[in-house]
């Protein structure tokens, strides 16, 4: 069972600032960091943080990561998790009621209120993908554990993982049980969630030099500051 504290998720003012585009050093007005305040208290009375987690082995995940038969040709996962000491599915979920709380900020036009408590959420979310990863680093036998061991968190829609892998991610992981329901675009209600594998093994079979050709429209490419990349 995965802990989420809220101390450990909810990301620290100037994480929130980066987010929302202030440079590095600038100082936020005092309307700013007041509205930010009021952001992280909403963050606290709205957030139901829950987690589930499961075991599954290679030749399971497979065909769990073989999805609809959508996914890119070449893909980095599909040459990590074969070398990997353990695979978990994953699932995590701040809950409906700070979605519930964002779209009624949004509805009666607090935009400035709405968009950093927004943030927040989201920031909190991949937060807790960080937590589990660590969960998991934890979690390695005494004789595998070691500081090289890392786990990281893969996701369905990113880097050549078709979307539509959220089907038997969620078939097999019922995220159903926390509250976590697909639409028909593969997209997860509440909002704030997370999904995808845990794979732990050793650093270096996260690493990769290939570039893929979905990196072209790549918006944020988290395998640089996930220190995945290592040049040729
Ligand atoms: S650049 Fe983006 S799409 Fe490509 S491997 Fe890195 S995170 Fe994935």
């Not at 943080?49 to 070449?74: C, H, K, L, M, T």
């Not at 599915?89 to 701040?94: G, H, K």
């Not at 892998?165 to 639409?183: C, D, H, M, S, V």
Request: glycine share 8%.
């Amino acid at each position: 069972m995965i802990d989420f504290p809220l101390s450990r998720l909810q990301p620290q003012a100037a994480v929130v600032y980066a987010a929302l585009g202030l440079k590095s050093g600038s100082q936020p007005s005092s309307r700013s960091s007041a509205l930010l305040q009021r952001a992280l208290e909403l963050f606290t009375n709205c957030s139901e943080p829950q987690g589930v987690s499961e075991a599954i082995g290679q030749d399971e995940f497979a065909e769990v990561y073989s999805g609809q038969g959508r996914n890119a040709q070449d893909t980095p996962l599909q040459k990590i998790f074969p070398r990997a000491d353990r695979l978990h599915l994953f699932a995590f979920t701040l809950g409906a009621r700070i979605g519930g709380e964002i779209k009624r900020l949004f509805a009666s036009d607090d935009f400035a209120l709405g968009s950093l408590l927004d943030a927040v959420a989201s920031l909190a979310a991949d937060q807790a993908g960080r937590v589990a990863e660590e969960w998991l680093e934890r979690q390695s036998p005494e004789q595998k554990k070691s500081a090289l061991t890392r786990a990281l968190l893969y996701s369905p829609g990113y880097c050549g993982w078709h979307i539509s892998g959220q089907e038997k991610l969620f078939a097999r992981l019922p995220p159903g049980k926390i509250g976590i329901t697909l639409n028909e675009s593969f997209l997860m209600n509440p909002l704030k969630s997370i999904s995808g594998v845990l794979v732990a093994g050793p650093a270096v079979i996260h690493q990769f030099s290939e570039v893929y050709p979905f990196c072209d429209h790549c918006k944020s490419p988290t395998c640089r500051e996930r220190g995945m990349v290592r040049s040729a």
